[in-house]
């Protein structure tokens, strides 16, 4: 049985700011239908890592490959199948939720797709409300509507369980694990215990992968 390249690999990434080692040395791999926790307490780099993933940053030595690429022979392929999801909602706080998503996914109009959407995390009647008008957790739950309607390859969260409540986390738990269970791949930062199986950990303290839980 011939084996392919993993989806995601990175060797020796390493990244300094200001005279600074931030990101020393990570290597790893992420193959199609895995999930993958960065560990690290606060400061550790794990936001500077996802950044340096979705190349927003770039790394003072190193190399990510996508597919067995290196990333800058295939960035577009790379960017087209990725969705990133930060720790701050970032949305227009003068946009209504539906607004907002429409703009974040390219749509031209709002359509049912995206209301659907927006009422399956629980924000049915406000689809057309100023975000401004709406609590940190409802503003996240209209980025996180996001997960609900891409076609990415791999998503990048960084913190996706901030300012929710139970239900909230249940929710973004069963979409990343029916995005595993379509083939494809996560890799997040957060303090909070994942409840779902076969995840992975990296932890950005020892930088070694530990087993699944």
């Known amino acids: 049985m011939v084996v392919g390249p993993s989806l995601l690999s990175v060797k020796d990434l390493c990244f300094e700011r200001d005279d600074t080692q931030i990101i020393d040395s990570v290597c790893l791999d992420?193959?199609?239908?895995?999930?993958l926790q960065i560990e690290g307490p606060n400061g550790s780099g794990k936001t500077t890592l996802l950044r340096l993933l979705t190349s927003a940053l770039t790394p003072t030595r190193g190399n990510i490959y996508y597919r067995g690429k290196a990333l800058s022979e295939c960035r577009f392929e790379y960017l087209s199948d990725?969705?990133?999801l930060g720790h701050q909602s970032a949305v227009k706080v003068t946009l209504s939720a539906e607004e907002n998503l429409s703009w974040m996914t390219g749509r031209s109009t709002v359509c049912e797709e995206l209301?659907?959407?927006l009422d399956s995390v629980q924000l049915t009647g406000y689809s057309d409300v100023p975000c401004?008008?709406?609590?940190?957790?409802?503003?996240?739950r209209v980025a996180l509507a996001r997960l609900l309607i891409s076609d990415a390859k791999l998503w990048i969260l960084d913190e996706p369980f901030a300012a929710l409540d139970s239900q909230g986390v249940a929710l973004v738990e069963d979409c990343m694990q029916k995005h595993l269970d379509g083939g494809g791949s996560v890799v997040l930062s957060t303090h909070q215990p994942v409840a779902m199986k076969a995840v992975r950990r990296y932890s950005l303290m020892d930088q070694a992968i530990q087993g699944a839980v």
């Not at 992420?30 to 999930?35: A, V, Y």
């Open 30 to 35: 992420l193959s199609d239908g895995e999930i």
């Open 82 to 84: 990725l969705l990133f």
């Open 115 to 117: 209301l659907s959407a």
């Open 132 to 140: 401004y008008r709406l609590s940190a957790g409802q503003q996240r």
